[in-house]
């Protein structure tokens, strides 16, 4: 019995040690690309016009392969798939998962040196916390000379952008009595038929700045949002939103994004968003390239085609690209999310939010 | 006392199998008489025996009387008391088995571990309605009167799984007679235990049994066990009772080849019967001519086995011609069993066992006579 | 020469016999193996864990303490979280408690439908169970609802309200139960109960009395699994407690990981919060489980399971069994069904039937992952099962059968990835195998891994339980026959615990196919599974896709758990 006891003691010593390796990264410490070796773009990044395309197509073909990291729907990317695919003989290996996991799976193998992707596209949140993290790219090239200026960022450029605004079902919501503007969110006439989503507190932060910069008093716009939280019932994710409101669950979606919503209409749903309520509110969602890529002509070269014919392909699904706002919008008033100030406030105005819908229940 | 008539029980042979061809479920399964047309009587007072191999049926019998089992056809009463009633076009009667008001000792004792020996000795009364319900009191002081009967007393606070075998089947036996029951069954209760202990406790259960005067049905395979504590035994063989009597009617005269065989060991000697005169019988066999009584009614000419006991017949070394039935052999293997010898004694074809007393043993090899008294061969038909 | 050779010789015998001294015998090689395979697999998602609840760049902290209870909602939060966990596990064990009983211990009819009635609500993805029963039962839209609305007036049941997250949980829940409660009544000598019967007592009594407190030790570790599954479950609290602010512990863990840096450290805190009440319940389970050997209901004292008669009560019972029958089953199985057929959904009338599509379905069989991830899921789901039972089943023995020290420290920590959040055991695993020699990164056995670490909990409450069970005596008769340890382990104890054994095997399998938050940080390109095709969809707001993915689901499980009963009768396991 002795010796049994001996070797399980060993076994979990063993097991601690071996967990004990090394210490995992405490939250905020994880930047800095580790070991993977930097890749070298700099051949191609001063190149433009045909002879960057053909040095890029040249060597992408040679590195056969090109591996993407996204939380771009399934759908979305099949399509992109195909259509680069066709263009170039390079093989698109994709994972995708949600944004905050995109994220924490590019920090994680990039602390620990290992080079798994070589081009990101997520939310804007999350590329930029990457932008401040330094594990991304800067990127030059003739495409961003299409791409306005709230789409530029440190590291990554929009691709698209996922715009804000209320749909709601026609079946509950007659003609006439839909949303034409934010405020009217907080009309009692929706009271328990208006839904909002747990997690836009980008887009809560959007609109209360929007107001406070019309002119609106601190406590003008504290009043709506509670008036709006009182109306609200929750909800958690935009797909079930917009799920819930096409069935009638919901009469009045707060803030789903349109393509979502185009895309429901589109099969012949009972829902609309127009005359789109403005000011349409945009976040930008788009692409880096990654310092560590082991492929990296192929990021590139998809990086380019992404803001190029690849901006065609977001088009016909109901995307909003980043090279043609206007033909998405019209002459839709439009504000863009303070990306930066969403990464660097973002529990502040995250826990904001949460309380703001927290305490709806006392109001009501 | 206990009435039972034509009872019957079936059981689904092999499980219905879905016919793959059209899906349709096949009609009917086969069915398995585990009890065919089973009828006897238990007297007032009576310990009454239901032995035979496992299989035979016994122990459904009387899981049938416990009402744990519902019987196909048949008639089960106690006293006046109808428990269980099925006749075509009658109404069927079936009580409960929690309303018979029986008491039972289940082969694994099935004494509740979660329960000291006081409460599962004090359940059968703290679970009677509301209104026969004893005080507590008096639960308590029957509780420990039984307890006290059982040797069991000083028990009473122990957890029930801290007792030993034997402690555990008295304790099943308290739990079982506390209520008093008009009628006690013992489905195997000596089984799990070792060979001294079910001597010891054999003897203390007739005894019980006696003194309280409870009418009991026993179930056993162990024809030791029936015989020493029965007041009749029921043999019973694939569903149906084959002999019925008292233990030394059954024991002396098998009325089968299969009583013979079960109860005790038996040298068989088949030959056919040559001549009769009233009760007394001559036997041919290969071996030698055999004379012996029996009540049976045979014609010259039948095939029969005779059956004679092994402590039923004689050994010497000199012949003794006087006296009838005597045959040569030889002996041809002994095993001393502590209170007697057995000798396997060759004649002819035969081979004989014969228990002698443990002052003769005689070696292997040795010519010997057997001797087999008329009074003790039983003669047995043949099928 | 003469005299130096036998020396020599005798030297060579000795040298074996005394290294063979310090050589592990097999037993000690396994019992080893097992107790360092579960330390590791424990240790390392705590390790991470706990280094990030108490540790930040400076040194130790308490902050995520402060900002994960310090929070105004904190209050009514914990007091939601336990009111609908405890009353999830009431439920589902009212539930699957009777439903194991009748089951196995009574004539009931119909029990090929019990087999269904007990095991589809598991098998439905949680998701789709959930909003399946937003649409049979929210007051605006519920198919329920508008049924009863002429008798009860409109919106008459609410199931966004704590009672309704209650009434899906438990039901989703009660499966687990009710393969605990199979296990444990089979092996449970009836004699006891008829014992009871014969003694005077109604059923209810025998019930009560006899059957309940023999059966503690699976009652316990089915609360105990329960509460802890419930206050970790997510879909329901995110579908329909949100809507009316109904706030519960996970809803909380996910604001605070949703944020960027992820806040660990509350995360941490709040699992952290949940290990300990777990802990207390499996010290309590413990405590249950010791104060009897006398549990131990399985003797080697041959028994013949009979079922009980419920002579005039067997009609009733038929009828409630097809109207659960109805209700858990068929209604939301109806409803994806029905789902599954259209472009969106719409409430059922005329029209809709004329638009029904097989769309989904070819949409479905179009996709060039479905396949991959269907075989990925069946070899993670198989492979896990059968590792983790067959693990937990010598984990269990040494827990509950052996004398070594620390052997409770084992079954504590075989419990503890039941509370890590599953984004934490996934960042834990990628944190070791990106570091790590190796190179499992990436391919398919993280996954397994990860998988095995999750269900560990499930399988060790299932093996442990049927352990407790099984009596000492036959343990040691088969070492007295001259059987060693491995040879009793496999020839005497694992056809014992087979029943239970199986019965954990078959849930792991089951909830394999729908395990999500881990995979979704170590799947990698290629090595997609089921759950992340369904993440995909959901995500994308394919909810028609996604009920026929659910549909296909079901089937095929239905199939696969059909095969391993049929197996297992084979080997003697249904008894009746």
């Known amino acids: 019995m002795n010796r049994l006891k001996l070797s399980l003691a060993v076994a979990c010593t063993a097991a601690l040690v071996a967990a004990c390796g090394g210490g995992p990264p405490t939250s905020g410490n994880s930047g800095g690309a580790g070991g993977a070796d930097k890749a070298d773009y700099s051949q191609w990044l001063d190149l433009t016009g045909e002879q960057r395309e053909e040095a890029l197509v040249k060597a992408a073909e040679e590195e056969g392969q090109l591996s993407l990291y996204t939380s771009l729907s399934s759908k979305i990317i099949d399509e992109l798939i195909d259509s680069f695919e066709e263009t170039y003989d390079v093989t698109l290996e994709v994972y995708r998962a949600s944004g905050e996991a995109v994220l924490q799976r590019v920090l994680q193998e990039n602390a620990a040196g290992y080079g798994g992707a070589d081009v990101v596209e997520t939310n804007a949140g999350e590329m930029q916390a990457l932008g401040n993290e330094g594990v991304l790219q800067p990127y030059q090239g003739e495409a961003l000379d299409n791409v306005p200026d709230d789409g530029k960022f440190e590291g990554w450029t929009a691709t698209r952008f996922n715009v804000f605004a209320p749909s709601w079902n026609t079946k509950a919501i007659g003609k006439g009595e839909q949303p034409k503007t934010w405020e009217d969110l907080a009309d009692p006439k929706y009271k328990g038929k208006l839904a909002l989503e747990v997690g836009d507190f980008d887009w809560y932060m959007a609109l209360h700045d929007y107001w406070l910069a019309e002119g609106k008093s601190q406590d003008e716009v504290d009043k709506l949002f509670t008036t709006m939280a009182a109306n609200g019932k929750k909800v958690k994710g935009h797909s079930v939103m917009a799920e819930l409101t096409s069935s009638g669950q919901f009469g009045v979606a707060a803030s789903n994004y349109t393509y979502i919503v185009e895309e429901l209409k589109a099969k012949g749903a009972p829902v609309e968003l127009e005359p789109l309520v403005a000011p349409a509110i945009v976040r930008p969602n788009g692409l880096g390239l990654m310092k560590t890529a082991q492929h990296p002509a192929a990021a590139l070269l998809f990086k380019d085609w992404m803001l190029g014919d690849g901006q065609k392909v977001l088009a016909e699904l109901n995307m909003t690209p980043s090279t043609d706002l206007e033909g998405a919008l019209g002459d839709t008033e439009r504000i863009a999310l303070d990306v930066e100030k969403v990464v660097k406030e973002n529990e502040k105005w995250s826990k904001a939010y949460e309380e703001l819908l927290a305490g709806s229940d006392e109001v009501k | 006392m206990l009435h039972i008539d034509n009872l019957v029980k079936t059981f689904d042979g092999e499980r219905r199998k879905r016919a793959r061809s059209n899906g349709k479920e096949e009609a009917a399964a086969t069915k398995i008489f585990a009890v065919n047309d089973v009828s006897f009587e238990v007297g007032e007072g009576e310990l009454f025996t239901l032995l035979g191999p496992s299989g035979c049926g016994k122990t459904t019998t009387l899981r049938a009387i416990a009402g744990l089992e519902k019987p196909d056809a048949g008639h089960i009463a106690v006293g006046e008391r109808v428990l269980f009633s099925s006749k075509p076009g009658e109404k069927t009667v079936n009580v409960p088995a929690n309303s018979r008001g029986l008491g039972m000792v289940f082969q694994s004792y099935a004494i509740w571990p979660h329960m000291t020996v006081f409460n599962n000795v004090a359940f059968p009364l703290q679970v009677m309605k509301r209104g026969e319900r004893p005080a507590k009191r008096e639960i308590s002081e029957r509780v420990m009167r039984v307890l006290e009967t059982m040797e069991l007393g000083s028990y009473a606070n122990r957890q029930a799984t801290k007792l030993s075998g034997g402690q555990q089947q008295r304790l099943a036996l308290a739990r079982a007679i506390v209520i008093e029951p008009t009628l006690l069954l013992l489905d195997e209760p000596l089984s799990n235990l070792d060979a001294k202990l079910r001597e010891s406790l054999r003897y203390e259960l007739k005894r019980l049994q006696r003194e309280l005067g409870i009418t009991s049905v026993y179930v056993t395979h162990d024809q030791i066990e029936a015989l020493a504590l029965s007041t009749k035994i029921a043999v019973m063989s694939d569903g149906n009772v084959v002999q019925l009597g008292r233990p030394r009617e059954i024991y002396q005269n098998p009325n089968n080849k299969f009583v013979a065989e079960f109860i005790g060991t038996s040298n068989f000697i088949s030959g056919v019967v040559s001549a009769h005169r009233g009760e007394q019988y001559t036997v041919e066999t290969n071996d030698g001519r055999l004379l012996l009584d029996s009540a049976a009614d045979m014609p010259g000419g039948t095939e029969v086995v005779v059956s004679v006991r092994p402590e039923s017949m004689e050994l010497y070394e000199e012949s003794r011609p006087d006296l009838p039935n005597e045959w040569r052999g030889s002996v041809l293997t002994r095993a001393f069993l502590g209170d007697s010898v057995d000798h396997v004694i060759g004649v002819g074809k035969h081979e004989l066992r014969v228990r002698c007393n443990p002052s003769i043993s005689i070696a292997p090899g040795s010519d010997v006579y057997v001797r087999m008294p008329p009074e003790n061969l039983s003669l047995v038909p043949v099928n | ?576």
Not at chain 3, 61 to 72: I, V
Not at chain 3, 92 to 99: P, R
Not at chain 3, 459 to 485: D, F, K, P, T
């Open chain 3, 1 to 576: 020469m003469t005299t130096a050779s036998p020396a020599l010789g005798q030297e060579t015998v000795a040298e074996p016999a005394r290294w063979r001294r310090w050589l592990p015998t097999p037993k000690m090689l396994i019992l080893g193996m097992v107790g360092l395979a579960i330390g590791y697999l424990a240790l390392v998602p705590l390790y991470y864990l706990l280094w990030g609840t108490f540790f930040d760049g400076n040194g130790v902290t308490f902050g995520g303490f402060e900002r994960a209870y310090g929070h105004s909602q904190i209050l009514p939060l914990i007091g939601n979280s336990l009111w609908f966990a405890i009353g999830a596990a009431v439920l589902s064990l009212v539930v699957g408690t009777s439903l194991a009983y009748l089951n196995v211990r009574t004539d009931v009819p119909f029990k090929a439908l019990f087999f269904a009635a007990s095991i589809v609500p598991l098998i439905i993805p949680g998701i789709l169970y959930t909003i399946s029963w937003i649409f049979l039962a929210s007051p605006d839209i519920g198919l329920i609802n508008r049924l009863i609305e002429p008798v009860f007036g409109s919106g008459a049941i609410d199931i966004f309200t704590i009672w309704g997250m209650v009434w899906v949980e438990g039901l989703h829940l009660s499966p687990i139960v009710f393969l605990l409660m199979v296990a444990a009544f089979r092996s449970m000598d009836p004699s006891l109960e008829e014992s009871a019967l014969m003694s005077g007592a109604t059923r209810w009594q025998v019930f009560r009395k006899v059957t309940v407190p023999l059966t503690r030790p699976a009652i316990v570790a089915s609360i105990l699994i329960m509460v802890v599954r419930s206050l970790e479950s997510f879909e329901v609290p995110a579908l329909l407690g949100l809507q009316n602010g109904i706030y519960v512990f996970t809803s909380r863990i996910y604001f605070v990981l949703r944020s960027y840096p992820p806040d660990f450290g509350a995360a941490g805190a709040l699992a952290v919060g949940l290990l300990v009440l777990a802990l207390i319940g499996v010290a309590m389970a413990n405590i249950v489980g010791k104060s009897g050997k006398n549990f131990q209901t399985v003797t080697g004292k041959g028994f013949r399971p009979r079922p009980m008669e419920l002579g005039k009560w067997r009609p009733v019972m038929g009828v409630a069994i097809v109207l659960y029958f109805i209700l858990t089953v068929i209604a939301p199985l109806v409803v994806l069904l029905y789902t599954s057929l259209l472009k969106f959904y719409t409430a059922p009338s005329w029209d809709v039937f004329k638009t029904m599509t097989l769309d989904n379905y070819r949409e479905l069989a179009g996709m060039s992952k479905a396949m991959t991830a269907l075989q990925n899921s069946l070899a993670l789901g198989l492979g896990s099962a059968t590792l983790v039972m067959a693990f937990m089943a010598i984990a269990a023995w040494i827990v509950v059968r052996s004398r070594i020290r620390g052997r409770h420290l084992l079954d504590q920590l075989a419990f503890v990835p039941l509370v890590i959040p599953g984004l934490v055991l996934g960042l834990a695993l990628s944190f070791v195998y990106l570091r790590s020699p190796i190179p499992i990164y990436g391919t398919l056995f993280i996954l397994l891994i990860a998988y095995v670490t999750r269900y560990m909990p499930y399988g060790m409450r299932y093996a442990v339980i049927s352990m407790h069970q099984i009596s000492n005596e036959l343990e040691e008769s088969a070492q007295v026959s001259g059987a060693s340890w491995w040879q009793t382990f496999r020839r005497v104890l694992l056809p014992l615990l087979a029943p239970g054994l199986l019965a954990g095997w078959v849930y792991i399998l089951v909830v394999s196919f729908r395990e999500l938050s881990s995979s979704i940080l170590l799947y990698s390109p290629g090595n997609e599974v089921l759950s992340i095709l369904i993440f995909e969809q959901f995500e994308d707001g394919e909810f028609t896709v996604l009920s026929a993915l659910g549909v296909v689901m079901v089937l095929t499980l239905i199939l696969l758990v059909s095969i391993a009963y049929k197996l297992g009768a084979k080997v003697g396991l249904n008894r009746n």
